[in-house]
């Protein structure tokens, strides 16, 4: 086989795309992976794991200033963005080097440059052209503007992680998951938030009762909202920005941060040339994740859905084993798990209460909240929160919804509960250590099945 020559050719490096490099050289095939900017993209960069460590950094400063609560006299604290921002890089610097020296043992080759699908079997990088028995579009996404100018003041995720000062305002246009996390992260930092969200609620996707209680917490921490009204534009000068409604309402801020979700990367990439099907960006394959054009698939966040990295992962695996024939079982977007990192933290799978009676009917459900008040850990960690399940009447848990401090820790039992259609009478008899938030899953899984010990 010529140099440029490959069983595989996958182009993207970031979480979706490498998953797939390396599942496809574990079954044996040659793997080329095309990437233009950093191995990792996203997730490793630019999202996932730089926001986690400045919402870590953030934790700690919560805890800090109320340590006198749990008899720890800390001093007056004090937040240094530029040291936060230096244990950020050290983080993403440490799993990079991790990244590249893992593909470089499991002899993935990886190619610098912009690829563009020039045909069936071929992606031309920079001039130089690769063919691929496979290929596999994975080019990843990038946060959405809507027209708005990003400079200085007025910011996406992407320059919010490089700013080393602390604002001392600042309005969130955008009340998902990274809007809410941001706001999250800048309240615990002393800044004064203010989130703008044109939906009448924020994290519109959870379920009711979880909205519920992160918005009165939001409200407790004295994170400011204003939902219901879409903006109208955003104004920036050398001392801060301003924001104003469709209603008229304005607002002012030192910074703007711009977080209205995320868009396909798949624009000049020679996906359409080809004939590869598309919506609003998107490419849109078929339940097995073919486009229908040649040996073609399209993975992670250029496929309509949840765009996330373990999405990505299970996409990328996937593919690869679907290229060797082991007719792998794919995996819906409503059992894939979510933890949206807010203080309290924020964990589901599965329905919703409202999209498990849309789709089996109101009389057809059941659900139980178990209070995270009752839960000896949680006291001690000083959170309140709820479990909540939801189940089809008589059958199985179809819905694992969560919210409380270190709550994500708790989806690993969740998501198998709701993916192996568990019954909350056989997750009843099941053992939860005590004194764990963990046994607090155990209590709403006995108080659903009709036997509350605590409840």
């Known amino acids: 086989m010529a140099d440029n020559e490959f069983d595989i050719l996958v182009l993207g490096g970031g979480s979706a795309g490498y998953a797939a490099a390396l599942r496809g050289v574990q079954l044996g095939f040659s793997v080329a992976l095309i990437e233009k900017s950093k191995l990792g993209g996203t997730c490793l960069h630019w999202g996932c794991i730089p926001t986690k460590a400045y919402l870590h950094s953030a934790e700690l400063a919560t805890e800090a200033?109320?340590?006198?609560?749990?008899?720890?006299?800390?001093?007056?604290?004090?937040?240094?963005?530029?040291?936060?921002?230096?244990?950020?890089d050290s983080i993403v610097a440490g799993k990079y080097k991790g990244l590249q020296g893992l593909m470089k043992s499991k002899k993935v080759t990886v190619v610098d440059g912009f690829g563009k699908l020039t045909g069936e079997n071929t992606i031309d990088v920079d001039g130089t052209t690769y063919t691929g028995k496979h290929i596999i579009l994975a080019s990843g996404s990038y946060s959405k503007t809507m027209g708005i100018e990003i400079r200085d003041r007025v910011m996406t995720s992407t320059e919010a992680l490089e700013i080393d000062w602390t604002p001392k305002s600042a309005i969130v246009l955008g009340g998902g998951v990274i809007g809410s996390e941001f706001a999250s992260m800048w309240n615990s930092f002393g800044v004064d938030v203010t989130v703008i969200e044109g939906l009448d609620h924020l994290v519109p996707n959870e379920d009711p009762a979880i909205i519920k209680n992160l918005e009165k917490e939001f409200k407790k921490k004295g994170i400011k909202t204003n939902l219901g009204t879409f903006f109208e534009k955003v104004e920036q000068d050398d001392n801060g920005a301003k924001v104003t409604l469709a209603d008229g309402k304005v607002f002012e801020a030192d910074v703007v941060l711009v977080a209205v979700g995320r868009a396909p990367?798949?624009?000049?990439?020679?996906?359409?040339?080809?004939?590869?099907?598309?919506?609003?960006?998107?490419?849109?394959?078929?339940?097995?994740?073919?486009?229908?054009?040649?040996?073609?698939?399209a993975i992670g966040d250029i496929v309509p859905g949840v765009q996330l990295a373990h999405r990505g992962y299970q996409q990328g695996r996937f593919v690869a084993e679907e290229i060797a024939g082991l007719n792998p079982i794919p995996v819906e977007d409503i059992n894939v798990p979510k933890v949206t990192f807010t203080e309290p933290e924020i964990s589901s799978v599965g329905y919703t209460q409202p999209k498990a009676e849309e789709k089996f009917g109101k009389e057809n459900i059941e659900t139980f909240e178990y209070n995270l008040l009752g839960n000896g850990k949680s006291s001690i960690l000083g959170t309140g929160g709820i479990i909540k399940l939801v189940r089809e009447k008589d059958g199985p848990i179809v819905g694992f919804h969560a919210i409380g401090k270190r709550i994500s820790e708790q989806i690993g039992e969740g998501q198998l509960i709701v993916n192996w259609e568990a019954y909350p009478e056989d997750v009843a008899q099941f053992v939860h250590a005590h004194p764990t938030q963990n046994e607090a899953l155990g209590e709403a899984a006995m108080g659903l099945a009709g036997i509350p010990l605590h409840g």
């Open 65 to 88: 200033q109320n340590s006198e609560k749990y008899g720890v006299s800390i001093g007056e604290v004090s937040v240094d963005m530029a040291k936060v921002r230096e244990y950020k």
């Open 265 to 297: 990367r798949t624009e000049d990439m020679g996906y359409e040339d080809l004939g590869i099907p598309m919506d609003r960006g998107f490419v849109t394959p078929n339940e097995r994740l073919h486009t229908g054009v040649g040996n073609i698939y």
